[in-house]
């Protein structure tokens, strides 16, 4: 693996962060967006992560945290981590943000694919990219839930094609889950987790396509449990929260995850239930109501409002 260009396509919530750690790996790092409205509502997400990152840098320096996204070292001098807080400095200021797709994929190595979780929008987005891509890239769909061989029909060189996906604050949650589909190259593969490794990710390899991988395999029936109780009126906010969070020693509850997954993401994954557009049904409920939060404007934490609103808590 000898790649030095990487094209992130989308700057959502993972998206803005997976350019951010591929920046301050040392790779050439672009952000292709739909259009100049995508690339006003990313920014502010750069700028949250970047100031996110910046913290946790500065507070390995006591040598009491650490966070293996951001060094393969515990203990590092205050000097060490300076220069550190600066690489990742000028990292972010070498992002290039462009709606171009010449200027986007001509030169890319590896293409991560992280827009939004609607088949025929991802369909529609590989086609064209075919135009565009050198023969050899690399392609990887940081989808939560969809599988490659859903979109493998749709790209050139399928055996270059396969999944490659992040939790959220991936510097701290460092995995890197890791799916290819039946006719994935093992080449492509390796070259794949020798990638993952070189961002200071942890490979998580998947022998077998599985919807949501390893981690969402657990986490969405989790989160939608909860969407549940809340929809159909048992329990509030708060209360399903504490439930969990006192219950079992978790640091967060579902509904603050939804918020920094972005209630946009979980309502696609609800509505890509037949039953969901039904209201009367289980999932129409759901769906229901996170339309409202949606239609409010309370899409997460990164718009400062969600089930929980963060406007007092400079989040």
């Known amino acids: 693996m000898n790649w030095k260009n990487v094209t992130i396509a989308g700057g959502g919530v993972l998206g803005s962060q997976i350019a951010l750690q591929v920046a301050y790996s040392g790779y050439k790092t672009t952000i292709w967006l739909r259009s100049e409205d995508s690339i006003t ?50 990292a972010y200021q070498n992002i290039v943000l462009t709606t171009d797709w010449q200027e986007g994929f001509a030169d890319a190595d590896f293409i991560i694919e992280a827009i939004a979780e609607n088949v025929e929008e991802k369909k529609d987005f590989y086609t064209k990219l075919n135009d565009y891509t050198k023969n050899d890239v690399v392609i990887a769909t940081n989808s939560s839930t969809l599988l490659p061989s859903q979109f493998k029909s749709c790209i050139k060189n399928k055996e270059n094609y396969l999944a490659l996906h992040f939790a959220n604050h991936i510097w701290r949650q460092n995995t890197a889950e890791i799916m290819g589909h039946d006719e994935t190259d093992k080449n492509s593969f390796d070259a794949v ?85 039904d209201p009367q049904t289980p999932s129409g409920r759901v769906a229901t109501m996170l339309k409202a939060y949606l239609d409010a404007g309370k899409t997460g934490v990164n718009a400062k409002e969600g089930f929980y609103s963060y406007k007092e808590e400079g989040k």
């Open 41 to 90: 509502r990313t920014k502010p997400k750069l700028e949250r992560y970047r100031d996110l990152y910046i913290a946790d840098l500065e507070s390995m320096k006591d040598g009491k945290h650490y966070f293996p996204g951001l060094s393969r070292q515990k203990k590092l001098s205050v000097s060490e981590m300076d220069a550190l807080i600066e690489n990742f400095k000028k």
């Open 193 to 277: 987790v020798d990638f993952a490794q070189s961002i200071n990710m942890v490979p998580l390899k998947l022998f077998k396509e599985q919807p949501g991988y390893l981690l969402n395999s657990m986490l969405v029936p989790f989160l939608s449990a909860a969407q549940q109780l809340l929809a159909d009126g048992v329990g509030n906010v708060e209360d399903i929260d504490k439930a969990w969070t006192l219950g079992t020693g978790s640091p967060l509850g579902p509904f603050r995850i939804l918020d920094i997954v972005g209630l946009q993401t979980a309502y696609n994954i609800q509505m890509m239930k037949p039953s969901a557009s």
